[in-house]
């Protein structure tokens, strides 16, 4: 039975009366809140305590899209996918000792500004384009496939209408205030996802009928992190080698991620709200991995693994609960998308256009630029979003990881020798930047739609690629750099000691290790 015929017709009220709700709220906001000038949106982080930043750090990984990609996978494979939460925590404290003290030692609002003060003005302005590209791709399209096939399995339509359906709603809810709406309820629905998945867990736990009838009716392979080498899907030395090159990207380098760092009241603050965060992602196993697993015993016979998550709901929920998940994951979407476009339309209109080619520009032409490219660049992702529709032989989940794979190494690479080696020039940051970018994502165009792995068995694991192309990038700075004698190091971002780590943190960082070595000998050799 499909999706879309469990669903009663309470369920379609809750969500249209859920969403007219958020609508009313965020007019009312944006009405009450009519002031003039509210001064830089970067000046009011700057008092971000350690638990602000551990909960936005989180909740900016978290959301429906993981949800969704997560209970696949874990419908398919088990806990293995579990690597990409867990493993996070060397990244996350790459960010806390060797990132955070010298982002914020510098006193920068944005990434691509620190790799300015480091490299010069060409570094910042390559860093705007790729901050486009990757928003377009890892915050907008993959937000809207899998928004798209939530939509699909709800309304029972093709993809393509549910992608233009899931913008028209966001367009609407940006029109109507909706924005503000959710910007001003996204902690209650943050909380709201977690306790419904949370739910799913003991209502299908107790299905299930417990750990022992669990353990018995999935394979030995479903509990381990590591899995043999000669594994199809995922072989523990793609994950060990190909996943860092993405979790330094991500984690370290990715502004969506680190901004609240940035904004962090000092360091202890910072490096403390990562810890946090390094703490929650041990949740991510049980809240959105386990849903899939358990789905698996309940119903294996399921013609598309993405649905694991929405029939979990919709047969162990009751009507109206279930218009209420649907509900808070439209939301959470839109939110997403909302944001994406609002970020791609500043970062181009104020760090392209106004930067490069119109500094005089009056507001109004700011404003019209800013709508037109919020227009094209929902355009492009409906493209984007199609094309990724396209990609043969991968499920949601390594959808998601190899699109991210193939855009990580360029950036993991210049961040990483240039905040670690004095002697990397601007000359060989920016050719990383621009001949690593068209190498990495055309080799992930070959490998994903020209000659895909599915009908050309020849290619290496998608983690493996993304090694083999941050090797040979590294390989090209450092070459570089040691010929390019006449680049001096721009003289605004001094190398210098950074301030010490506070006992508190490395008390915690010690803490926290120690667990996640355990986790890893607990959920190995089964």
């Known amino acids: 039975m499909q999706i ?16 007219i709700v958020l609508i009313a709220i965020g007019y009312w906001v944006s009405f009450r809140n009519r002031t003039p000038g509210d001064g830089n949106l970067f000046l009011a982080g700057n008092s971000l305590g350690w638990p602000s930043i551990g909960l936005t750090m989180w909740g900016t990984n978290v959301g429906p899209s993981m949800l969704i990609a997560s209970a696949s996978i874990g419908y398919t494979t088990g806990i293995v996918a579990g690597n990409f939460a867990w493993y996070a925590f060397i990244f996350i ?18 990434l691509p500004e620190y790799m300015g003060k480091r490299f010069g003005d060409a570094t910042q302005n390559l860093l705007a384009w790729y901050t486009i590209v990757t928003i377009l791709i890892s915050w907008l399209s993959l937000t809207l496939f899998a928004g798209g096939i939530l939509i699909q399995q709800i309304l029972n339509i093709p993809l393509w209408l549910s992608v233009i359906l899931l913008l028209v709603i966001a367009a609407f809810f940006t029109i109507a205030g909706g924005l503000k709406a959710i910007a001003y309820t996204n902690v209650f629905q943050m909380l709201l996802l977690i306790g419904v ?93 386990i849903p899939g697993v358990l789905c698996f015993i309940l119903f294996p016979n399921l013609e598309n693994p993405d649905h694991a998550y929405m029939t979990m709901v919709t047969q162990l929920f009751p009507p109206g609960m279930t218009g209420l998940v649907m509900a808070v994951l439209i939301a959470a979407l839109v939110s997403t998308i909302d944001s994406a476009l609002n970020a791609l339309s500043t970062v181009f209109t104020m760090d392209v256009f106004v930067k490069k080619y119109a500094p005089e520009a ?85 490998y994903l739609w020209v000659f895909p792995k599915a009908d050309y068995p020849f ?68």
């Open 362 to 446: 009056s507001q109004k032409q700011v404003i019209k630029v800013g709508r037109l490219v919020t227009v094209v660049g929902a355009l492009l992702a409906i493209l984007l979003t199609l094309a990724i529709d396209s990609i043969k032989g991968l499920n949601l989940f390594d959808v998601f990881q190899s699109v991210l794979g193939f855009i990580a190494p360029p950036m993991s690479v210049v961040f990483l020798f240039g905040v670690l080696w004095k002697k990397t020039t601007a000359k060989a940051a920016n050719f990383t930047l621009t001949f690593g970018t068209i190498l990495s994502i055309g080799v992930g165009v070959l």
């Open 197 to 289: 998945s949370l739910a799913l867990v003991i209502v299908g736990w107790q299905k299930v009928g417990g750990i022992d009838t669990i353990i018995s009716q999935t394979p030995s392979s479903y509990w381990n992190l590591f899995l043999p080498n000669d594994d199809p899907n995922y072989p523990w030395v793609a994950i060990l080698l190909g996943y860092p090159v993405m979790g330094v990207w991500f984690w370290c380098t990715d502004q969506s991620m680190v901004q609240s760092v940035l904004g962090a009241k000092n360091l202890k603050h910072g490096q403390l709200g990562a810890n946090f965060t390094g703490w929650l992602k041990i949740l991510d196993v049980a809240l959105f991995i």
């Open 4 to 19: 879309y015929e469990l669903l009663t017709t309470l369920d379609f009220v809750v969500v249209i009366a859920y969403l």
């Open 459 to 526: 290619w290496p694991h998608f983690l493996m690629l993304s090694f083999y192309i941050f090797v040979f990038l590294s390989f090209l700075v450092v070459l570089i750099s040691l010929f390019d004698t006449h680049d001096a190091m721009p003289s605004s971002l001094v190398y210098q000691k950074v301030n010490k780590t506070s006992s508190v943190v490395k008390w915690l960082w010690t803490a926290l290790i120690v667990v996640m070595v355990a986790l890893y000998f607990v959920f190995n050799g089964h």
């Open 93 to 110: 404290f790459l960010l806390t000792l060797v990132f955070a003290p010298r982002y914020l030692q510098a006193k920068v609002q944005t």
